[in-house]
Each structure stands twice: as C-alpha cells, then as structure tokens.
Nanobody, 123 residues
Framework: QVQLVESGGGLVQAGGSLRLSCAAS????????VGWFRQAPGKEREFVAG????????YYAESVKGRFTIYRDDAKNTVYLQMNSLKPEDTAVYYC????????????????WGQGTQVTVSS
C-alpha cells in the first residue's frame, strides 16, 4: 500500500506560482508512475501531468504545457508539481496519484490517490 499526502495548495493571484508536494509513505515510489489530476467545481476530474517511474518521460495536459512541471525526488519519496503563470481556470482541487505499472500516462492505471489540496487563483 502507498499513502499519498498532498500539500502546498493555497490562494494565489493570476500570474503567480505555487509548488505542490506529494509525500508518499508505506512503500518507495521509485517503481511507480506518478501523476497530478485536478477537479474543479461542477467538472469531472482531469489529468494534469504525469511521469513514468524513471522521470525521463513526462506527460502534460495541453492546458498546462509550458506552465507546469512535474518532477520527482525518490530519495525523499516525494513528487512535485511546479505551477507557474497560474490562471483563474487552474482553480481546482489537485490530487496526487501513483501508478503501479510505472508508466504514468493512463488515468485508468492509477491505483493510489491522495486526498487533494485546494488551489485557488484569483483574477
């Protein structure tokens, strides 16, 4: 079992930056693909960014390409999402997830989820 706990959310003005963290416990994250998803009020959950087990392959939603970066520190058993140039439409609850296949590029393969952290971007 892997337990995931997100942190780093908050309120930020449009154009600002935030870094989300996802700390894992229970098992090493190193063989897992990891990803970030988000869900805005009244909308379905959507994929934001993912990384394969090594970190060499990363994937992004078109809406965040060039603004968000996913990276992992396996020594700290932690995954990060650096979010720059934030927009009001980025407002959502952000979830961290782990994929035991190691691929990190398919939502249906994610089998461990955190509880989420709120990100609010004001205009």
């Amino acid at each position: 079992q892997v337990q995931l706990v997100e942190s780093g959310g908050g309120l930020v003005q449009a154009g600002g930056s935030l870094r989300l963290s996802c700390a894992a416990s229970g098992r090493s994250l190193s063989p897992f693909g990891v990803g970030w998803f988000r869900q805005a009020p009244g909308k379905e959950r959507e994929f934001v960014a993912g990384s394969n087990w090594s970190g060499y392959s990363t994937y992004y939603a078109e809406s965040v390409k060039g603004r968000f970066t996913i990276y992992r520190d396996d020594a700290k058993n932690t995954v990060y999402l650096q979010m720059n140039s934030l927009k009001p439409e980025d407002t959502a609850v952000y979830y961290c997830a782990a994929d035991s296949t190691g691929r990190g590029n398919a939502e249906y393969e994610y089998d461990y989820w955190g509880q989420g952290t709120q990100v609010t971007v004001s205009s």
